[in-house]
């Protein structure tokens, strides 16, 4: 495990010849907190600072950033907050670098999305993108566990559509559920981000067509079928015609609003 230190020439620009014990330096400009979240940041993601690495002794930072012991509490606990450092306490304790959570990742790009008030039809045209672009993946690494467990979500679908409460979570629970059997971590973390505005674009489109999502449960086990069978191009057909009258009864709310 690595104790790191400071110097790094306007903001961590350059950290040729330097030392771990080197990579910080004095700030003196904006809201200095701020800065010095971004040294470590900016570290990291050069490399010079690895998870498990151990930051200096707040004592030590606020000799180095030459601030306030307040104004490293403060870096620290945005770094945290950010995952990007541990805080342990106890004689072995301190602030120790570790990677980002995709939980954290996922949480700021869902911020972003939701701030970013999108339309049903734009959610919808998105999901055409991600959900065709993933059926090969999702054809091809599907596992038996995956297989199981869309098949259950269908099964929960089906008993719901016949208590006639059909919740349109259920849909979107699928549909999360079928991203993460394409096994790219990246793809899962920008679908479950999809979270809140799929169940906007939904709701819009069973505004509608009042009985939208019965068709679409039976539509979920087909497509199961086909990735359950690895026919990739039939997989295709039905999450593009699944898709299609999603987009085509959004449409027709207020122009996709």
């Known amino acids: 495990m690595t104790t790191v230190g ?3 020439a306007s903001g961590a620009a350059s950290l040729h010849g330097s030392t771990k014990g080197d990579l910080l330096s004095r700030v003196s400009i904006g809201r200095i907190s701020e800065v010095i979240v971004d040294q470590v940041r900016l570290l990291i993601r050069q490399g010079q600072l690895a998870a498990g690495d151990r930051l200096p002794s707040e004592r030590e930072l606020c000799e180095r950033f030459g601030v306030s012991r307040v104004t490293v509490r403060e870096a620290l606990r945005v770094l945290e907050a950010n995952g990007l450092v541990e805080i342990r306490v106890g004689a072995r304790g301190g602030a120790f670098v570790t990677a980002p959570s995709s939980r954290l990742v996922g949480e700021g ?5 939701s701030l970013a008030t999108l339309t ?7 999901r055409r993108v991600f959900e065709l672009g993933i059926v090969p993946l999702v054809c091809e690494r599907a596992t038996d566990e995956d297989i199981a467990a869309l098949y ?8 719901a559509l016949q208590g006639d409460d059909y919740p349109l979570e259920l849909s979107a629970e699928w549909h999360e559920r079928y991203a993460a059997s394409a096994h790219n971590r990246a793809v899962t973390m920008l679908v479950s981000s999809l979270h809140g505005p799929l169940l906007m674009s939904l709701e819009r489109a069973r505004e509608a067509a009042p009985l939208h ?3 679409g449960v039976e539509e979920h086990r087909a497509l199961v ?3 359950a069978a690895r026919d990739m191009e039939r997989a295709k057909t039905l999450m593009s015609a699944h898709l299609d009258r999603t987009a085509d009864r959004v449409a027709k709310v207020n122009g996709g609003r």
């Open 213 to 215: 999502g019965r068709r």
């Open 109 to 113: 790009i869902a911020d972003l999305i």
């Open 152 to 159: 259950e979500i269908c099964d929960r679908s089906k008993a």
């Open 6 to 8: 400071t110097n790094a």
């Open 225 to 227: 079928d086909a990735i």
């Open 120 to 126: 049903a039809a734009e959610v919808t045209e998105s």
